[in-house]
């Protein structure tokens, strides 16, 4: 079945070598993600209207465009059309982090939005200033409806850095890949149980924070 | 930004992005199909079959498109099913998809209140009328939302099946950069085709959104 390869010399090692690559660089983009779409979500909630036409084009397109097409875009297009040369894995980053960004910043525009005016007009009504009244009653509230969905965009982010293999990064399928190559004559059926093998490593990624994000949308729902 | 190149490599993106359209709509039918038996199987706790159903749904929403493609796609012929890159691309889609459709169906149907049911067999209603008449029709409205971004979604991880070379808009742009060399031009169709396919299910998707808005009425 071919996971008889996994246990020769270092490939296990090397294959999860190959998978924190690719959870690395899927935490730096959550981490800028987070950060900037708080910014920008926080931002659209004003009624500026450049800001809004500017958010929604930018939403609008990160939306409908395959992460792979802005991932090539960026690191391929910038060096000819920019004269820039970025390595693969700043493309990368700055790729998830673009997408990440606009899905954030709709969470949590859609989490301000939901909050209803009477919790502001109450809090100013018992005496809080503004500052207190965010502090206290509107962060609060928001970070509830936000911290469930800010974890599912981790596993999605996750899922989403699997793409870093088609503009080269070594991560775990490139080096599951090699592992088949190197092993083709004394193990001709290894793709079966390398592949087999990292799809279960994925989920067993991805699947506890999912039950994370679950268990604290079910407990904060109210 | 040469026109000469552009108009020369359109014919080859129309083969491309029919291509990418058949195989998506295949795939988004399929995970419909799959999502809805599914999601019928765990709302109404089929044994055996419900738990089955639940161990997929977890397995297919927990890994990325690209490592099941691989596994159908490369690992699968070892154990003796070869299967064909078309129908692999669709098959891959359809999986991914039914796991994510059966949770946006799942969610609707767990959304319709009770008094729906009980006001249903009030009325003297059979189970299969409650079902049928009321039950489905709201939870369908509930979970439009859900189904539109799914979909979008979906049409969007077709960029993917480049890596089990069907020849998909993405495969075509890497071909002729690795031919000729014309990074500018090979970007902008391909980011032109995509606009040209998505763009208008994100504005049907909008409007249909808001017109089953009116039949949300029975949740929770």
Known sequence: MGFEVLLKGTNMHRLLDGLWVALRISLISVTISIVLGVILGSLMTLKNPVIKVVSKIYLEFIRIMPQMVLLFVVYFGSTKALGLSITAESASIIVFSLWGTAEMSDLVRGALRSIPTIQYESSYSLGLNTAQTYLYIIIPQIIRRMLPLSINLITRMIKTTSLIMMIGIVEVLKVGQQIIEANRKSAPNAAFGIYATIFLLYFLVCWPISLLSKYLEKRWEN | ?220
């Open chain 2, 1 to 220: 930004m040469n026109t000469d190149i552009i108009v020369s490599y359109f014919p080859r993106y129309v083969d491309a992005f029919w291509l990418t359209v058949r195989i998506g709509a295949i795939g988004v039918g399929l995970a419909f199909v799959i999502g809805l038996v599914v999601a019928f199987l765990i709302h109404f706790k089929i044994p055996v079959l419900a738990q089955l159903a639940a161990v997929y749904v977890e397995f297919f929403r927990n890994t990325p498109l690209l490592v099941q493609l691989f596994f159908i796609y490369f690992g699968l012929p070892k154990l003796g099913f070869m299967v064909p890159a078309e129908t692999c691309g669709a098959l891959g889609l359809g999986l991914l998809g039914g796991s994510y459709m059966a949770e946006g169906f799942r969610s609707g149907l767990g959304a319709v209140s009770k008094s729906q049911s009980e006001g249903a067999l009030a009325l003297g209603m059979t189970r299969g009328q409650m079902f049928f008449h009321v039950i489905f029709p709201e939870a369908f409205a509930l979970s439009v939302p859900a189904i539109v971004a799914n979909v979008i979604f979906l049409l969007k991880e077709t960029s993917v099946f480049s890596a089990i070379s069907l020849m998909d808009l993405m495969f075509t742009a890497k071909d002729l950069i690795g031919l000729y060399y014309n990074t500018t031009e090979a970007f902008a169709l391909l980011i032109f085709f995509y606009i040209i396919m998505l763009l208008p299910v994100s504005i049907v998707g909008g409007i249909v959104e808001k017109k089953v808005r009116y039949k949300m009425f029975g949740a929770q």
